[in-house]
């Protein structure tokens, strides 16, 4: 593969939502479709920052992700994601760092 013809962008951006505008800034303008409350980038649908996933047919294995404690912050208080979740996704990090921790909602 001749690795003269692919652009190179830099270093890797930090973790976050999905940026429609910082994609077009760094990608072009027409890298990204508005469609009703989604953006399309890539091949992929983007709703409120987060990816969208089919999940017809599709394999994910979630029992060895374990979150950081910023990932957890950033999804806590979202309201497309259910509490439950975030609960497991706490007792998973509580597990790695050999702590206990309890999870309240207000």
């Known amino acids: 593969m001749d690795r ?3 652009k190179h962008h830099g270093p890797r951006p930090a973790q976050g939502l999905f940026n429609p505008n ?17 953006y399309a980038f ?10 969208s996933i ?3 047919g599709v394999n994910i294995y979630t029992k ?8 957890i912050a950033l999804f806590k ?4 994601v259910r509490g439950s979740a975030v609960e497991e996704a706490v007792r998973r990090m509580s597990m790695l760092l050999g ?4 999870t309240r909602t207000y």
Request: hydrophobic share 25%; net charge positive.
């Open 4 to 6: 003269t013809k692919h």
């Open 22 to 38: 910082m994609m077009r800034q760094i990608w072009g303008d027409s890298s990204v479709k508005k469609r009703n409350q989604t």
């Open 42 to 51: 890539q091949g992929q649908e983007f709703k409120d920052g987060h990816l």
């Open 54 to 56: 089919d999940g017809n």
């Open 64 to 71: 060895e992700a374990i979150p950081t404690a910023e990932e």
């Open 77 to 80: 208080n979202n309201p497309s």
């Open 99 to 102: 702590r206990r921790f309890v």
